[in-house]
């Protein structure tokens, strides 16, 4: 395999008329994609629906991204992650019109729902959660 880098913020292509997917790794049931997006919001009516879970970061930017089942949709900006589970039913519901909105998106698939990540946070070795940073 070939030795891959690069700025995730370089050479941003041009997404004002539509949104821009880059593919920039995979392989093994997963993809890691970048999204440019420049005003840009999910059609009326259409929600995700993948099979995979999706760890999602905002890396420059603003969006709102609305989650099935929550009562407002979630600010997102530069640094701002989510992990959504499979069948996690979401959409975008804006991105920022006056600046591009970089996404870093890696798709995997989950064996179990148990192994899927439970959130930020540490363990001792008797598995008792703390606080993160602790």
């Known amino acids: 395999m070939a030795l891959l880098s690069g700025n995730l913020l370089a050479a941003c292509p041009e997404a004002?008329?539509?949104?821009?997917?880059?593919?920039?790794?995979?392989?093994?049931?997963?993809?890691?994609?970048?999204?440019?997006?420049?005003?840009?919001?999910?059609?009326?009516?259409?929600?995700?629906?993948?099979?995979?879970?999706?760890?999602?970061?905002?890396?420059?930017?603003?969006?709102?991204?609305?989650?099935?089942?929550?009562?407002?949709?979630?600010?997102?900006?530069?640094?701002?992650?989510?992990?959504?589970?499979?069948?996690c039913r979401h959409r975008v519901d804006w991105t920022d019109p006056d600046q591009p909105t970089v996404w870093l998106a890696v798709f995997y698939r989950v064996a179990r729902l148990e192994d899927e990540p439970q959130g930020h946070r540490d363990t001792d070795r008797k598995g008792s959660q703390r606080p993160s940073g602790v």
Do not use: C, K, N
């Open 16 to 87: 004002r008329v539509t949104e821009v997917t880059a593919l920039l790794a995979g392989g093994a049931g997963a993809r890691v994609e970048r999204v440019v997006s420049h005003g840009q919001a999910s059609p009326p009516g259409f929600w995700y629906d993948q099979d995979e879970a999706e760890f999602v970061a905002v890396v420059a930017g603003r969006a709102r991204l609305r989650i099935e089942g929550e009562a407002d949709a979630r600010q997102m900006a530069a640094g701002d992650w989510i992990v959504l589970p499979p069948h």
